[in-house]
Nanobody, 127 residues
Framework: QVQLVESGGGLVQPEASLRRSCEVS????????IGWIRQAPGKEREGVSCITSRDGSTYYADSVKGRFTISRDSAKNTVYLQMNSLKPEDTAVYYC????????????????????WGQGTQVTVSS
């Protein structure tokens, strides 16, 4: 059974940094992608950054490119999202999501089709 357990998040001021973590279990030896998907009030879910288990290749949405970094620690089965230079428009509920046998770009672009979801955590950027 696949489980995605998130941690991190909260309220920060503009230009601050925040790190999210997603502990992944249950995929066994399969190739899969993990993505950070966010949903702001009144907007559709957006895949902001995704990474594959196969080779660690990544994808970033234009809205976060250069500010967010996704990484993985295979030994800990954990995927991280380092968010720097946060803006008020980054305010959203952030979810960790997973899907088998998919590229990170496809994972992020088709964010709504993820097979597995974490519990989601609110990130608020406000002064």
């Amino acid at each position: 059974q696949v489980q995605l357990v998130e941690s991190g998040g909260g309220l920060v001021q503009p230009e601050a940094s925040l790190r999210r973590s997603c502990e992944v279990s249950g995929f066994n030896s399969e190739h899969y992608a993990i993505g950070w998907i966010r949903q702001a009030p009144g907007k559709e879910r957006e895949g902001v950054s995704c990474i594959t288990s196969r080779d660690g290749s990544t994808y970033y949405a234009d809205s976060v490119k250069g500010r967010f970094t996704i990484s993985r620690d295979s030994a800990k089965n954990t995927v991280y999202l380092q968010m720097n230079s946060l803006k008020p428009e980054d305010t959203a509920v952030y979810y960790c999501a997973g899907r088998r046998r998919i590229t990170p770009q496809a994972m992020c672009i088709m964010a709504m089709d993820a097979d597995y979801w974490g519990q989601g955590t609110q990130v608020t950027v406000s002064s």
